[in-house]
Nanobody
Framework: QVQLVESGGGLVQAGGSLRLSCAASGTTSSIHTIGWYRQAPGKQRELVARFTSTGSTTYADSVKGRFTISRDNAHNTVYLQMNSLKPDDTAVYYC????????????????WGQGTQVTVSS
């Protein structure tokens, strides 16, 4: 079991910055990938940024050059630094982790945080 708790959302003007945090607890050693998704009203949930199983990073094209994902392994925390925010970035941001439950049989499970609202005003 893994628990994910996001924080850091809020209201910001266009061009501003926010930093989201995701604190992971539980069997964090079993986390395979971890990152951020977002969902805007009336739209599907989409990947924002994540760490892959090899430790490399992946970003949505819409946030490349503006957002940076990072992590503090000592504190089991993942961050999303968001700069040059646009109204289109308005969404609920979710932290998600893909967790290895068992090797035999091979079983993975996705865990999600409760989400944090980011609102960017024009």
């Amino acid at each position: 079991q893994v628990q994910l708790v996001e924080s850091g959302g809020g209201l910001v003007q266009a061009g501003g910055s926010l930093r989201l945090s995701c604190a992971a607890s539980g069997t964090t050693s079993s986390i395979h990938t971890i990152g951020w998704y977002r969902q805007a009203p009336g739209k599907q949930r989409e990947l924002v940024a994540r760490f892959t199983s090899t430790g490399s990073t992946t970003y949505a094209d819409s946030v490349k050059g503006r957002f940076t994902i990072s992590r503090d392994n000592a504190h089991n925390t993942v961050y999303l630094q968001m700069n040059s925010l646009k109204p289109d970035d308005t969404a609920v941001y979710y932290c998600t982790a893909e967790v290895l439950l068992t090797i035999i049989p091979f079983e993975m499970r996705d865990y999600w945080g409760q989400g944090t609202q980011v609102t960017v005003s024009s």
